[in-house]
């Protein structure tokens, strides 16, 4: 069975550009999850969907937005990018709460 | 503030020593589960631990969860540089839906 599939796998984008990361979950999985991962530290949560209604929200600014679809695949959208967002991007999918299988993750690059 | 300390932050050992990670937090975990991740891939389940003072063994590997379900350890016996990763330590916090990461160890063992 395919793994959890994101894309791209990486990207370049200019500080206030919008960015659209995209997750496919295992088969079967019905929650998605994405977390932030800068250089250096561990993973940081920013949201959480199940059945595709949001079921967790992290510190991170409006900015950020998620959605999930019938088929349980799912976007990250970040606005007026800084900076500060270039990071590795990890999606995660899970049958419920867990366990957690992530996928390789999208480097995105502000410069 | 992270909500799970681990130490150290780096290590770098020689084949065939042993070493301790270790994860610790202010507040009480439904459970704790650890993840290893390698440069260019997500973090992949190492195991899981839900009852205090819980001891679960993988191979060379060996968690333990604490009493008070605050805090947890990895020791690795015999490394070999097979085991170089980024070590994670995971917990869901008592009536939380979302996972929260530690910090991070970074382990290089030696040939």
């Known amino acids: 069975d395919a793994g959890v599939t994101q894309s791209p796998t990486h990207l370049i984008k200019t500080r206030g550009q919008q960015v659209t990361l995209r997750c496919s979950p295992i088969s079967g999985h019905k929650s998605v999850s994405w977390y932030q991962q800068v250089l250096g530290q561990g993973p940081q949560f920013i949201f959480q969907y199940y059945e595709k209604e949001e079921r967790g929200r992290g510190n991170f600014p409006d900015r950020f937005s998620a959605r999930q679809f019938p088929n349980y695949s799912s976007e990250l959208n970040v606005n007026a990018l800084l900076l500060g967002d270039s990071a590795l991007y990890l999606c995660a999918s899970s049958f419920r709460e867990s366990p957690l299988h992530f996928g390789n993750g999208t480097r995105l690059t502000v410069t | 503030t992270q909500l799970l300390e681990q130490s150290p932050q780096f290590l770098s050992i020689q084949e065939g020593e042993n070493l301790t990670v270790y994860c610790n937090s202010s507040?009480?975990?439904?459970?704790l589960q650890w993840y290893r991740q390698e440069p260019g891939e997500g973090p992949v389940l190492l195991v899981t631990?839900?009852?205090?003072?819980e001891v679960k063994k993988l191979k060379r590997l060996t968690f333990q969860f604490g009493d008070a379900r605050k805090d947890s350890s990895l020791h690795i016996t015999a490394a070999q540089p097979g085991d170089t990763g980024l070590y994670l330590c995971?917990?869901?916090?008592?009536?939380?839906?979302?996972?929260?990461f530690g910090t991070g160890t970074r382990l290089t063992v030696i040939p």
């Open positions: 631990v839900v009852t205090g003072g």
């Open positions: 507040s009480v975990f439904s459970s």
């Open positions: 995971a917990g869901r916090p008592t009536g939380a839906n979302n996972l929260f």
